[in-house]
């Protein structure tokens, strides 16, 4: 099975897309930017049909061109619409959240309103119609794409999970656990990106939700990775790596919590099945709540503390790493990154930490 992803990610066309979803500078709303993800998107596209043909529907390379495919639709609609005009630069094989959740967004959200300049009435009344209809149309084909990369991604989980969990009923055809840990390091990647495009939507509960579910995969990848090292051994620039999604991940359920509704349970949406189930035994199907209301800022404080003080182990990690004159590459900056939005998440949760007490 391995042989199929080895195969496609060697093959020039995905090597070409990845390197356009990363050409055009981040986030950046404009017309270069905007058709080289478009050119991603069509070569996915076209990738994951193959892909179906000749590999299989639950095929891991197929789970792999759901995955790309999802990814791509969803950075197109934030490059075509960023959230805060962010411009930072994303991770290549794990690109984390364009959207940025809680008081951060809200606070340049409104100093841009107060910013802003009085229109003139004349020229807006002549333009207000015409400017409504491509709004109207652009935000039908944003919410269109937003679906479908949901869609894609829900389906790569579903074929990642497949393959992570053992063979119980004999439907797989002979063991693969090579293809088994690249489920379960592909599924915390999967799950972010629902996240991500959770947040980006302003569902912060099924953000949570999702986050939350990749918090165990990115613990069990840490705690591997930490055991097969020898005793006081160097971590090498992957291990950092792995201990920075691990931090990252509770960073982003932090700030997911604080970006909830104050005063409201925190409340992820019931998948289909469920629902349904829900709905024959007459249960309610308006969602299961994650978070009570009056625990959101507990929790969220709680995911912060153990993000601050994992990220306390990468930067003595990095030092010795420096030391030893091991080039980081561009985890140093991703790590950087990382050191803003805590700082970030901090000074959203000190008031609100005073107001509680």
Not at 182 to 198: A, C, E, N, W
Not at 204 to 219: F, K, N, Q
Not at 290 to 299: E, G, N, Q, Y
Request: charged residues 35%; proline residues 2%.
């Amino acid at each position: 099975m391995m042989d199929g992803i080895i195969k496609i990610t060697s093959d020039a066309r995905f090597r070409l897309a990845r390197s356009l979803m990363t050409s055009g500078g981040g986030t950046t709303n404009n017309s270069n930017s905007s058709d080289s993800l478009e050119g991603a998107i069509d070569i996915f596209a076209s990738l994951l049909e193959e892909t179906r043909t000749t590999c299989g529907e639950t095929s891991l390379t197929a789970a792999l061109c759901y995955y790309e495919y999802g990814n791509a639709l969803f950075r197109a609609v934030v490059r075509r619409k960023p959230l805060d005009g962010e411009n930072e630069k994303r991770e290549e094989e794990d690109r984390k959240p364009a959207a940025k959740s809680s008081a951060s967004a809200a606070r340049k959200r409104s100093l841009d309103d107060d910013n802003a300049k009085e229109p003139d009435p004349a020229v807006s009344n002549k333009k207000a119609k015409m400017d409504n209809n491509n709004d109207d149309d652009e935000d039908d084909n944003d919410k269109d794409d937003i679906d479908l990369a949901l869609d894609m991604l829900s389906t790569s989980f579903s074929i990642f999970d497949w393959h992570s969990t053992d063979d119980d009923d004999n439907t797989k055809t002979e063991p693969d656990q090579e293809g088994k840990q690249y489920s379960l390091s592909q599924i915390p990647r999967v799950l972010s990106t629902i996240g991500d495009i959770h947040s980006y939507c302003g569902k912060y509960g099924d953000a949570v939700d999702a986050y939350c579910r990749a918090l165990p995969y990115r613990e069990n990848a840490a705690e591997e990775r930490q055991q097969a090292k020898g005793k006081g051994e160097s971590l090498s620039v992957d291990d950092l790596k792995g201990q920075r999604l691990l931090v990252e991940t509770y960073a982003l359920v932090a700030e997911a919590l604080l970006a909830c509704k104050e005063g409201e349970d925190v409340v992820c949406a019931n998948d289909e099945e469920n629902e349904e189930d829900d709905k024959k035994s007459g249960k309610n199907t308006e969602g299961k709540v994650l978070v009570a209301a009056k625990d959101r800022i507990d929790f969220a404080k709680s995911h912060y503390d153990t993000a601050r003080e994992k990220l306390q182990d990468i930067v003595y990690q990095m030092g010795k790493m420096a030391a030893a004159k091991i080039d980081l590459g561009d985890e140093k900056k991703d790590i950087g990154y990382l050191v803003m939005m805590l700082v970030g998440i901090g000074n959203t949760l000190e008031p609100l930490k005073t107001k509680s007490s």
